[in-house]
């Protein structure tokens, strides 16, 4: 196919010219081009003489995309169509098989295809085709259907039609579907089903639904477990966590990970807060369920598995319980990312501030992965004492950990880092000088413009770049202070408005001359922070010549 050829299909097509005009159906790849075009709405709809060019080229032709000219053909919703359809959703490959089901859908919606006609093909199929043909029945479906259902849930079909008549029950809803669905988790001798119809329960209301998907805890296969913990954790009261604290020792560590996620979602539920009856134990320990759930999950905190550790970070966190509050410091100096991730989440909800100093000390007994998790941690949380850490690490002589340094400074927020980003200019390394440029920016101190102005003619373009941008930052921080009028800045008056104007002309010299960078008008964006009225004359002009 010439690209000549598709630019006019396409160009005729956005004028709304009829497909059946367009002179190409001999060509698979045009047609479908036009069949996708056609289910984007991007062509004549209405224009039914395309469907016999569509159906030749899916009977003898290999298009290119056959999902596109499948969803083109359910848009035009002729009833030739139905058919081909059911046939290349039985024979094409897997890719296009959702889109076939997605055209048959939109056939069916529009009283194109009947539903005994659909029905009739579903019962004479079975496994693939019938699970995503079974889809088009579920968006229409009704309590009346589920006696359909469970026939097909405890039928002798496959795998997957059997989960997507679970995927239907759990779309209805009700007393019957939820009996069928725990009837399958139970019973169902593929633990596939099992676990796809525990996770697709939309409730478990009486104490006997409860029971039967607590027993399955006890359950062997450990999908199946992890499967009823999950739906413990969507649906289930305190009186479900003693049952989950037995499987925080299980050996599967996806089952260890659900119960103490469920135990967190439970708790959080209860509000934090103990529930009436059992809720204090004699040391005045609080209890949700006669279950002390701090003691239960802290254990999980020192898991061999990043992932079971992570959970009971969470899950702590749901408990508002003092206890974890050290406990969660520490997990901050964990070697796993995500676990400190959690730890910062879990601290951050509970408006605790960790000891930055003890952290530090911790973190030398872990490893390199520990230590940088425990900078990140107290970063994140703008403790100063990481401020000298990270003046070491700035000075020092690895350029990735000095970069890395002065973003961390910037994060904190810490003057006492002004002098020795201004220092960090003057470095050898360009990315080195770029990074301690936005880091001033950020910071804001005044004491960095003259530096930074000398910055702008760096023989890297970025560190100018970053330079201007600083410039920009610290003269609308300093206006902002100040409530915006001049007279009462911090640096008030003449003073600080001749050095306002030094730095716009700098930016403006450094603009006229094109020598600030190459193809970005940063420096305009800076000149627009400070807003006076020589700033704007100079971003006019600017304009004016690079319109």
């Known amino acids: 196919m010439e690209a000549e050829q598709l630019r006019e299909v396409v160009k005729r097509l956005s004028d709304k010219t009829p497909v059946s005009e367009l002179n190409y159906a001999g060509d698979s790849v045009i047609v479908g081009t036009v069949g996708g075009l056609l289910a984007k709405g991007m062509a004549e709809s209405s224009d039914t003489k395309c469907v016999e060019p569509l159906l030749e080229v899916l009977a003898h032709g290999d298009p290119a995309d056959p999902g596109a000219v499948a969803r083109g053909l359910g848009r035009l919703g002729d009833q030739r169509v139905v058919e081909p359809l059911f046939d290349l959703l ?66 002798t079909g496959g795998r997957e039609a059997r989960c997507s008549a679970a995927e239907a029950l759990a779309r209805i809803g009700g007393d019957e579907a939820v009996s069928a669905l725990l009837q399958a988790a139970r019973t169902d001798h593929d633990d596939s089903v099992r676990v796809r119809a525990l996770r697709v329960l939309p409730n478990l209301d009486g104490a006997d639904a409860i029971g039967i998907v607590e027993r399955l805890l006890d359950y062997g296969e450990s999908l199946v477990r992890e499967a009823a913990a999950g739906a413990l954790g969507r649906h289930g009261g305190v009186a479900s966590l003693a049952h989950l604290a037995r499987c925080l020792g299980h050996d599967s560590l996806l089952v260890r990970s659900a119960a103490a996620t469920a135990m967190g979602a439970i708790v959080a539920r209860a509000g934090g807060t103990p529930d009436t009856g059992e809720s204090v134990s004699r040391d005045g320990t609080a209890l949700f369920g006669g279950v002390d759930v701090v003691e239960a999950l802290l254990p999980r905190l020192r898991d061999y598995e990043a992932g079971v550790r992570k959970a009971a970070a969470h899950a702590l966190a749901a408990t508002r319980d003092p206890r974890v509050f050290g406990p969660l410091q520490d997990a901050l100096t964990d070697n796993e990312d995500k676990v400190t991730l959690a730890a910062k989440e879990a601290l951050g909800r509970l408006g605790v ?9 911790l973190s030398r007994r872990r490893g390199y992965d520990g230590r940088e998790h425990t900078v990140e941690a107290l970063v994140h949380f703008h403790d100063p004492c990481v401020v000298p850490l990270l003046l070491r690490r700035l000075r020092g002589r690895d350029w990735y950990a000095a970069c890395r340094a002065a973003e961390a400074l910037a994060k904190v927020g810490d003057r006492r880092a002004v002098k020795s980003l201004i220092r960090a200019l003057r470095r050898k390394d360009k990315h080195v ?80 001359d094109g020598g600030l960078w190459s193809g970005d008008n940063g420096a305009v964006g800076a000149l627009e922070t400070i807003g006076t009225p020589e700033a704007l004359r100079l971003v006019h002009e600017w304009r004016e010549r690079n319109p």
């Open 90 to 155: 039985r024979s094409c490959h897997d890719v296009y098989r959702g889109d076939v089901a997605d055209a048959l859908a939109a056939l069916y919606h529009r009283g194109v295809m009947s539903r005994p006609v659909l029905c009739e093909k579903l019962g004479s199929w079975s496994d693939r085709e019938t699970a995503l043909a079974a889809k088009l029945l579920d968006p229409d479906a009704g309590e009346d259907q589920v006696p359909d259902l469970r026939r097909r849930l405890f039928g």
């Open 353 to 361: 501030m960790p000891d930055g100093k003890r952290l530090l000390a």
């Open 433 to 512: 000088r770029g990074d301690a440029a936005k880091a001033l920016g950020r910071l804001g101190d005044v004491r960095a413009v003259a530096p930074l102005i000398e910055t702008l003619r760096d023989e890297y373009d970025l560190a100018r770049s970053a330079a201007a941008e600083a410039l920009g930052a610290i003269c609308a921080a300093t206006r902002n202070a100040a409530g915006g009028e001049p007279d009462s800045r911090p640096h008030a008056g003449k003073k600080w408005a001749a050095t306002e104007s030094k730095v716009v002309a700098a930016i403006g010299e450094a603009l006229v």
